[in-house]
């Protein structure tokens, strides 16, 4: 039983006449500094650090539990009882028992939800940039089609309005030399066709 107090003591780096208010002040200090939040960004530490806490509230407990029953810690000299009356159990100030179990839980559960929201961030900020450049892309294409159809729509109404030029021909004329029937039927080009088909067979 002796080997198991001095544990807790190491644990909580008391030394053997400490008092309760010792031991009180050390776990504070300690589970302070070996608190898993503040390790959640360190995670090659966070395992030392969860073990640590576990150790510590397990060592604080025993103690705790050891200075109801006897009114001391297991290592401190009997105190001369004070000429003021002890105080009744029912007025006496407890503390809440950690059970280890649920604390780890809730530690967890904060741990997971901090690595989410950390993992979620950018993956949230890529998925808006993403949006804003398909969108800009896509008023850009928008805007160009609108552009072009206008400029299409302003230079027919240039050609309907001009005047036809007297050195250009005119569309039937065009028309009509781009259709092949009329090439065939052009009689200068016909006999010069005679002309080179007399050369090849001379």
Known sequence: ?????????????????????????????????????RYAQRPRELA??????IELTKSFNNLRTFYRQNDRLPFELNRV???????????????SVVDLEPNLKILNNGKNKKSFFITAKPLAWTALAGVLIIGSLALMFVLDMQIRQ???????????????SEFLPKSDSIKKQSNRGAILNNTAQGRLGDKLMQDVFR
Do not use: C, G
């Open 1 to 37: 039983m002796a080997n198991d107090f001095l544990r807790d003591y190491e644990s909580l780096q008391l030394a053997k006449n400490a008092s309760w208010n010792d031991a009180q002040s050390s776990y504070r200090k300690l589970v302070h500094h070996w608190h898993p939040d």
């Open 48 to 53: 030392h650090a969860q073990k640590q806490f």
């Open 81 to 95: 009882s004070s000429t003021a009356p002890p105080v009744p159990k029912k007025h006496q100030r407890v503390e």
């Open 150 to 164: 206008r400029n299409i729509e302003q230079a027919r109404e240039v050609l309907k309005n001009t005047k036809p």
